[in-house]
C-alpha cells in the first residue's frame, strides 16, 4: 500500500504541472488589456501601465511568468491582485464557505440520491422505479440557475421558509441546505441512476447467486456483497464531484449571494485579474487530484479482491 501511494503522489507531479501550465497561459494569453477600466473613464497612463507590467512581469515570456509563479506558489504565496490586495487572503476567506456548501451538497446527493438507487435498484419496475426515473429526469433536464429561483421564490419569498440569502461569512450551515440542494440537484440525480443501474447489473452476478445458494441471511446478501459491489462506481463519481461541486458553484454563490470562490472566481474574470483565476483554479486542480487518489485508496476497501501491492 505505501510503494503505491508513493507512486501515486509521483503520478500527480506531472499533471499538477502540466494542468496549472495550461491554465496559467490560457487565462494570460488570453486578447486584450488587463488594465482597461482600472482608471475609471479615462484611459490609464502609459507610465501607469508600464510600471504595473514591469511589477507583475507581464512582459516576459509565459513560460518564464509560470516558473516564477510556481516558485511562489510552493512557499504558499499565491501572488496578489492589480489592486494590491493579497490573494491568498481572499482564497482563505472565501474558501471555507464554497466547502461548507459543497460538503453540505456531496451530503444531499449521497443520502438522497443513494437511497432513492437502492430501493429502486433492489424493487426493480414499479411505480416507485418510474416516479424516481421520471424525477431524476426532470432534475436533469432543468439548468441549475432555474432549480435555485424557483427554491429561492416558493420558499423564500412564498412561503417564507428560508432565508433568500446566506449575507453572513462563514456561512451558516443551517443556511446552506437550500442552496447545496441546489447545487446538488443534478448529481443527486445521476448517483440514483447510477446505484439503480449497478443495483440491477449486480444482482444477477454469479457471486449474489452463490451466497443465495449458501442459505446466507438476506442482510447479508444485500450488505456485504451486493451493496459493496455496487458502491464502486458510485463512489467514483461521488470523489470526482467533490471537485465539481468547489468549480460550479458560481451560479448557487450568486444565487442565494454566498461569499465563496465563485464569487471570487467571477470577480476575477470581470476585472481581467488573473492571478485570482489561476490561483483558484489551483486550488481546485489540487482537490481534483487529492480527492482521486484517496477514492482509489478506498476502492480496497469496498473490494477484498483489489489489492495494491
Not at 477600466?37 to 484611459?43: L, Q, S
Not at 460538503?103 to 446527493?109: K, R
Not at 458502491?231 to 451560479?251: K, S
Not at 449571494?257 to 472566481?265: E, F, H, M, T
Amino acid at each position: 500500500m505505501g510503494r503505491y501511494v508513493l507512486r501515486r503522489l509521483l503520478q500527480l507531479i506531472p499533471v499538477f504541472l502540466g494542468t496549472t501550465f495550461l491554465i496559467y497561459w490560457l487565462v494570460w494569453s488570453l486578447p486584450g488589456d488587463p488594465f482597461a477600466g482600472k482608471c475609471g473613464d479615462r484611459p490609464c497612463p502609459d507610465a501607469y501601465i508600464s510600471l504595473m507590467r514591469e511589477k507583475f512581469h507581464l512582459d516576459e515570456p509565459v513560460v518564464l511568468q509560470y516558473l516564477r509563479y510556481l516558485g511562489n506558489l510552493f512557499q504558499g504565496d499565491f501572488g496578489e491582485t492589480f489592486r494590491g490586495s493579497s490573494v491568498g487572503e481572499l482564497i482563505a476567506i472565501a474558501y471555507p464557505n464554497t466547502i461548507r456548501l459543497a460538503v453540505v451538497a456531496l451530503v444531499i446527493e449521497a443520502v438522497i440520491g443513494l437511497a432513492a438507487g437502492i430501493l429502486t435498484g433492489l424493487r426493480g419496475r414499479g411505480f416507485l422505479d418510474n416516479l424516481v426515473l421520471v424525477s431524476t429526469l426532470f432534475l436533469i433536464s432543468l439548468p441549475v440557475f432555474v432549480t435555485g429561483f424557483v427554491l429561492q421564490i416558493v420558499l423564500g419569498f412564498e412561503l417564507g421558509w428560508i432565508k433568500t440569502t446566506v449575507g453572513k461569512s462563514p456561512a451558516p450551515w443551517d443556511e446552506l441546505i437550500v442552496p447545496g440542494l441546489v447545487l446538488g440537484s443534478l448529481s443527486m440525480a445521476y448517483v440514483a441512476r447510477l446505484t439503480r443501474s449497478s443495483i440491477a447489473e449486480n444482482k444477477r452476478a454469479d457471486y449474489v447467486r452463490t451466497a443465495i445458494a449458501k442459505g446466507q441471511p438476506q442482510s447479508r446478501v444485500i450488505g456485504v456483497h451486493l451493496l459493496r459491489n455496487s458502491a464502486i462506481p458510485v463512489l467514483t463519481f461521488l470523489g470526482t464531484d467533490l471537485g465539481a461541486l468547489m468549480g460550479g458553484a458560481i451560479v448557487t454563490e450568486g444565487i442565494f449571494d454566498i461569499k465563496g470562490i465563485g464569487n471570487l472566481v467571477y470577480d476575477g474574470i470581470i476585472g481581467k485579474d488573473g492571478l485570482i483565476v489561476t490561483g483558484v483554479v489551483t486550488l481546485l486542480v489540487l482537490v481534483y487530484l487529492l480527492s482521486n487518489l484517496l477514492v482509489d485508496l478506498l476502492y480496497a476497501v469496498l473490494d477484498p479482491r483489489i489489492r495494491y501491492d
